[in-house]
């Protein structure tokens, strides 16, 4: 399976964080299975994909080539793609996964995550979704999002479009059979943080 994984380009985080995204990328070379992301070397993505080469898996960056300078992109790839702007980057990215695995990140993480939500919710795609809650990082946005529903500024079947996953291990397995969950994994609309 082709799975696209956004994250944090930054390195100035907690190492519980580096350590889940380099499991997850262990886990998806061990499965034989591909990474699509954004091709940096640093922060999360960087984890993720330095998880993968350990285990000989498949690698596919794609950045836009503005982004082709020294210390910026993750050197070990099976191969990358250069496109001219973040939204072709994007657009790659979302054409070439079979499904998504969100770690912790920032502005720009958010902004993948939501955009990939809106496409599933307006039936542009049916791929899994599943965000990795690191340490809680997504506890906020979880009760955001809940109340979001709640208030009617969107369906509360939106909050089904998704798994929220308490570690590696979860979000692949959901990614890879899309199946209810149960055990420390909590749909949204059971979230009562």
Known sequence: ???????????????????????????IGQGGHSLIFGGGQNGL?????????????????IAPRFFDEPGILYPHCTEFIFT????????????????????????????????????KQLGRHAKPIAVLNTAGYYDAMAHMLRQTAEQGFMSKSCLQLFALCDTP???????LHDKPLSGSIKRLSDYNA
């Open 1 to 27: 399976m082709n799975i696209c994984v956004y994250g944090a380009s930054g390195d100035r985080l907690a190492r519980e964080y580096f350590d889940a995204a380099e499991r997850l990328g262990e886990l």
């Open 169 to 175: 291990e979860q979000a692949l397995d959901h990614v």
């Open 84 to 119: 001219e702007t973040m939204g072709q980057r994007k657009a790659a990215m979302e054409d070439a996964a079979q499904a998504f695995i969100v770690l912790p990140g920032g502005i720009g993480t958010y902004e993948e995550f939501f955009e990939t939500l809106t496409l």
């Open 45 to 61: 993505m960087g984890a993720c994909a330095r998880g993968v080469s350990r285990e000989k898996g498949k690698i596919t960056g």
